[in-house]
Each structure stands twice: as structure tokens, then as C-alpha cells.
């Protein structure tokens, strides 16, 4: 067995250990960005006529998909973690079309988790300039609201990120391996 430091025949996987680092990061941005905006403590408002108004994150619809979209995609993320780790992304061409699943499988979730996360995050931004009275009124002594809507928006976004960057680095060669690679 050899590692890192020593040389090998064996295709360097740098690439297979930065995505799948960058995995782990959307399932935990997109999850921890749902939580928060869920958990958005609850903020009341008296309105200009006088009528008191009780706000949570479920009154802006963007917000609710928000919280939907990244719970699927985390899951969705998982299934694409499972399937990297288990099968080494389907690039095993002896089982014929049985062997290629997995690899065809994890291309769909990705774009599946790439069209969660990107509408999530775009619909958070949106609803954030939209209902931007709404949500500010809910700022400094009046609750935790609008901190936590920024947040989650913010966390959604670095989500974004993270998926669109384990995609391209799946595909693109890295020179280097992180973990030990088989010298038989």
C-alpha cells in the first residue's frame, strides 16, 4: 500500500477527495441553512393601523421552499455521497450497463441538487428584497428573525457554491491523492 508521498502507477484522486469534501459541505450548508430558516424564532409586529402581527418564516413562501428544496437536496446529496463511496462513481466498464448506473445516477442527483440549491438560494434573495420591510421590521429588539433569514440565506448560497465547485472538481483531474492508494 502507498501513500501520498510515494510514487505510484495509480491515477492520483485528489479530485475524488476534494469532491467529495465539497459533498460533505453542501449536505451540511444546505441542511444547517433549512434548520435555521425553520427554526426562525417567531416576530411580532404592530402595524401601522394598529393591528398586531405575529411573523414567521412560513408567511413568505420563498422562505418555506427554501426550507423544502434544501432538505431535499441534502438527502440527495447523501444518496451522491453513498454512491461516490461505495461504487467509486460507476467508472467501472466490465459490468456493462449495471456498472454504469451508479455513475449515471450521480450525474442526475447532481443536477437535481444543483436545481434545488440554486432555486432555494435564488427564491431566498428574491423574497429577501421583496418583503424587505416585512422581514427588517422583525430586526434589532423585535426578534431573531431577520438575523436568522440572513443566515440561511447566506448558508444556502455558500451551499451553492459548494455543489456547483464538487461538480467540476469530480470531473477535473487533480495531481495529487489524499488517501492511500492500492500498489497491487
Known amino acids: 500500500m502507498s501513500y501520498g508521498c510515494q510514487v505510484s502507477d495509480d491515477e492520483p484522486n485528489g479530485s475524488k477527495a476534494v469532491s467529495l469534501l465539497l459533498r460533505l459541505s453542501t449536505l451540511a450548508l444546505a441542511l444547517t441553512s433549512a434548520v435555521v430558516m425553520a427554526t426562525a424564532s417567531e416576530c411580532t409586529v404592530v402595524q401601522l393601523n394598529g393591528v398586531v402581527a405575529t411573523i414567521t418564516y412560513k408567511d413568505f413562501p420563498p422562505f418555506v421552499y427554501l426550507v423544502g428544496f434544501n432538505i431535499a437536496a441534502a438527502m440527495l446529496e447523501a444518496a451522491a455521497i453513498y454512491l461516490r463511496l461505495s461504487t467509486g462513481g460507476g467508472d467501472d466498464d466490465d459490468e456493462g450497463f ?60 455558500a451551499g451553492s457554491a459548494a455543489v456547483g465547485l464538487a461538480v467540476v472538481f469530480r470531473d477535473v483531474s487533480l495531481p495529487f491523492s489524499l488517501w492511500p492508494t492500492s500498489s497491487d
Do not use: E, M, W
Open 98 to 157: 449495471k456498472g454504469k448506473l451508479p455513475g449515471i445516477l450521480l450525474v442526475v442527483i447532481d443536477v437535481a441538487v444543483q436545481a434545488l440549491v440554486y432555486t432555494a438560494t435564488g427564491g431566498a434573495f428574491a423574497a429577501v428584497s421583496a418583503y424587505g420591510p416585512q422581514i427588517n421590521a422583525c430586526g434589532a429588539g423585535a426578534g431573531r428573525f431577520c438575523g436568522q433569514v440572513h443566515q440561511s440565506k447566506l448558508l444556502s448560497f
